[in-house]
């Protein structure tokens, strides 16, 4: 299999092999995440104190959803929908019962949201400065934004492994 970054074709040059790169990370996740039980969905690690899949992938889910909120603007329904980001107590919200093919559909849904913001985006554009964070406010540029979407899924892509490698250990020796 060959791995390269092109951009799609009715997007910028940039702004396409930005979008690529959020592409392969969220078919890398469909993948590890594929054929999941609702019960290793829910699996919060050895000492139940890890947060599970569930929670990590609504999370991603979130997060995108805010970055293409920034880049295109949406109805602030929607943010209500999936939020918050972050629970009273500072941790993200707990999610269980929630199957792998909804937390999926949800989570394709908003990175077609993404799709169609990047469509609509010149390479210019995405020098355009956005602020962002839920304590502090910072400020990011899109270009900075559209790559912070894949290399946060990524990173919690390997929460996920963690998390699938210590479930898989319980099954096999409770």
């Known amino acids: 299999m060959l791995y390269d970054l092109k951009g799609e074709a009715n997007m910028a040059p940039v702004v396409g092999m930005l979008y690529s790169a959020v592409k392969e ?20 690690g050895p000492n139940h104190n890890f947060n599970s899949t569930a929670q990590l992938i609504k999370h991603i889910t979130y997060v995108d959803l805010n970055w293409v909120y920034r880049i295109n603007g949406l109805p602030q329904t929607l943010k209500e929908q999936h939020g918050p980001m972050i629970d ?4 993200l919200p707990m999610v269980q019962g929630v199957s ?8 394709e849904g908003v990175i077609a949201m993404l799709k169609d913001a990047c469509t609509q985006l010149t ?28 290399d946060h899924s990524r990173y919690h892509q390997a929460h996920i ?14």
């Open 161 to 174: 492994n963690q998390l699938r490698r210590w479930y898989n250990a319980a099954v096999e020796h409770p």
């Open 25 to 44: 990370n969220s078919q890398r996740l469909q993948r590890i995440t594929d054929g999941m039980s609702l019960e290793e969905i829910d699996y919060k």
């Open 100 to 107: 792998w093919s909804i937390l999926m559909s949800t989570y």
């Open 88 to 91: 009273e107590h500072g941790r």
């Open 123 to 150: 390479d210019d554009d995405l020098a355009r400065i956005v602020t962002f964070g839920h304590e502090n406010e910072k400020q990011a540029t899109i270009r900075w934004g559209i790559w912070h979407i894949a």
